[in-house]
């Protein structure tokens, strides 16, 4: 199963230049790095990234994931998995560009 974050295009540098990371500002707060299912991103983004820019998506096998990927209660009680270590770039399956258009962004065909 694909799972998807979304990194601004500085996070996604980060990821790809040290090979790991932490996350993004909330990640660090919450102790884990966020991630969404494919039904749960375009909320993810309308909520927490309204109108930014330059973001990307990233496609990540949740069996690379192992024991540290937790499907734990969040928005309205639905399942979201939470990765409980540091995302590598090993984990990542794929990254595309998720442009702003008109306001909303634009999630590549069956993304979301």
């Known amino acids: 199963m694909i799972v998807y974050k979304i ?15 932490a996350g993004a500002p909330v990640d660090l707060a919450d102790g884990y ?21 330059e973001l990307f998506l990233l496609g990540i096998e ?25 995302l590598r770039l090993s984990d990542v399956a794929w990254a595309q560009p998720l442009p702003l258009v008109d306001g909303v962004h634009r999630f590549p065909a069956g993304a979301a």
């Not at 790095?33 to 820019?53: D, G, I, W, Y």
């Not at 949740?62 to 540091?86: C, M, N, Q």
């Open 62 to 86: 949740t069996e690379r994931l192992g024991e540290d990927l937790k499907w734990e209660p969040s928005r309205g009680g639905a399942l979201f998995p939470h990765l409980y270590r540091e």
């Open 7 to 21: 990194f601004r295009a500085s996070e996604w540098a980060a990821l790809r230049r040290e090979g790991t990371s």
């Open 33 to 53: 790095v966020h991630l969404s299912t494919p039904e749960q991103a375009a909320e993810t983004a309308a909520r927490h990234f309204a109108n930014e820019t």
